[in-house]
């Protein structure tokens, strides 16, 4: 499902290296954490699987597609094809919560019923049904995470990628939205979730990827169920 292969990524400009040798291999409905210091490069990882940010050296492959090869044309489809949730929720704050996750849908040119249904069925499924008509200024942190997960997965992605989801949130809702994602996780869909909360992620016996200063960590035994 995703492969690198001696990824590195550089950053003429600052000349900060922010990926090295990255060697990596998530199967096809794993479900899998990235953890790692602040700047240990988990961001930048998540950004080349999306396609936000190209490798400087090595290769990738997302669904069997060459992400080096991609033509300008083939970006948004790719782009499709992965879900991204962000840790600052990117929402427009001059658009209803509906229309915040229907966004993606209308982008791609779906039908008005089908943008319907499947809104309003993925509202159902983060608990936002009753918010639909709400604006993001009158939600909570929690709240507008989930407008985020919402967003991300309306259009049946089969590839979520998360950065720092319960970054901002207490206790009982960060394991809420872990809760979401793991059920996400049960009908096949591939997560991978960057966090620096390891206690949260621990009991749910998924594998851990831990990152330190670009470079992937070897895997302690109780890093994986």
Request: charged content about 20%; overall charge positive; aromatic content about 4%.
């Amino acid at each position: 499902m995703i492969r690198f292969q001696a990824v590195s990524k550089h950053y003429p400009a600052t000349g900060h290296e922010a990926l090295t040798h990255i060697d990596l291999h998530l199967a096809t409905g794993e479900m899998a954490f990235l953890t790692g210091h602040s700047g240990a490069g988990k961001s930048t990882l998540l950004k080349l699987i999306g396609r936000l940010e190209t490798p400087t050296r090595g290769q990738l492959w997302v669904n069997g597609r060459n992400l080096n090869k991609l033509t300008q044309r083939q970006i948004p489809y790719h782009r499709r094809q992965v879900g991204m949730i962000f840790q600052d929720h990117r929402l427009l704050p001059q658009r209803t919560v509906y229309n915040n996750v229907a966004l993606p849908l209308v982008v791609a040119s779906v039908r008005h019923q089908d943008i319907r249904r499947r809104v309003q069925a993925v509202l159902n499924k983060v608990g936002l049904a009753r918010k639909a008509n709400s604006y993001p200024i009158s939600l909570s942190g929690g709240e507008q995470q989930r407008v985020g997960i919402a967003r991300a997965l309306v259009s049946k992605p089969p590839i979520v990628l998360a950065d720092e989801p319960t970054g901002n949130l207490d206790p009982e809702l960060s394991r809420d939205i872990m809760g979401l994602f793991t059920e996400f996780n049960t009908v096949g869909v591939t997560l991978l979730i960057a966090t620096h909360d390891v206690s949260l992620i621990r009991p749910l016996r998924k594998r851990i990827i831990h990152l330190q200063q670009g470079r992937v960590q070897p895997a302690h035994p109780t890093d994986n169920s």
